[in-house]
């Protein structure tokens, strides 16, 4: 069975600084890798994901995500944050090729961004 | 439809009583999901449809739990005799068809149900 440890879960930083929140999973497989986002109020949308290809994943609202399939990693980073990024942010797998495509989320880690 | 609906948006039983709670996936989203997110945790999978295929049951917790779906449309999980463990918000999502060798397909999340025993 899969798991998915977030390790951070609560984050505080000013508007401008970096972000990094780091994911790691457990499968022996091959995996699809997924960030999901919740905003203050809304619904858990979709931030990015990996399946193949080139391990360095772009999504939306500039966020990033670089699968390191010897770590067992997909962290997720942003640049400069903006107040706007303030949420809860949940890392996901599921296996390959598995009959259905059911989510391992891990735990979420809160992002206070500051003003 | 424009989104993923889900009702109630919140629930408040007492301990011993039967719930239901209803989504309603995306129009022609042929696999619908439940999830359950307890306070301070990551969401866990309780049970999948695909199409007229037999649920994936894996992740329900225990026998009080049940789920169906009518076609490839609206879904109902239903909890008997409520524990005061069962609260937790339930959030449903729909996708469509994974394929056999993928998985990758996107998840689209309802606004969830949050529902409280007391």
């Known amino acids: 069975a899969q798991s998915v440890s977030q390790h951070n879960h609560h984050v505080i930083l000013s508007e401008a600084a970096s972000l990094e929140l780091g994911c790691n999973y457990s499968y022996g497989g091959t995996v699809n890798l997924f960030w999901y986002v919740q905003y203050p109020g809304q619904h858990l949308q979709l931030l990015l994901k990996?399946?193949?290809?080139?391990?360095l994943v772009k999504g939306i609202k500039g966020f990033e995500a670089e699968f390191i399939k010897s770590k067992f990693s997909f962290n997720l980073r942003k640049p400069s944050v903006q107040w706007s990024d303030t949420a809860e942010y949940f890392c996901?797998?599921?296996?390959?090729?598995?009959?259905?495509?059911?989510?391992?989320f891990g735990g979420g880690t809160r992002v206070l961004v500051k003003p | 439809g424009a989104g993923v609906s889900q009702s109630p948006s919140n629930k408040v039983t007492e301990k011993g009583k039967d719930v239901e709670l209803r989504c309603d996936p995306i129009?022609?989203?042929?696999?619908l999901y439940w999830y359950r997110q307890r306070l301070g945790q990551g969401l866990e999978f309780l049970i999948y449809?695909?199409?007229?295929?037999?649920?994936?049951k894996s992740g329900l917790p225990s026998d009080r739990f049940s789920a169906e779906r009518t076609g490839e449309s609206v879904s109902t999980l239903t909890i008997q005799r409520t524990q005061q463990e069962d609260s937790a918000v339930y959030l449903c999502a729909s996708s469509i068809h994974p394929g056999t060798s993928g998985g990758w397909e996107t998840q689209y999340f309802g606004p969830g149900t949050r529902l409280l025993v007391l």
């Open positions: 996901a797998v599921n296996a390959r090729g598995a009959a259905g495509n059911k989510l391992t």
């Open positions: 990996y399946f193949s290809g080139d391990p």
């Open positions: 449809f695909q199409g007229n295929s037999a649920p994936d």
């Open positions: 129009s022609g989203h042929t696999a």
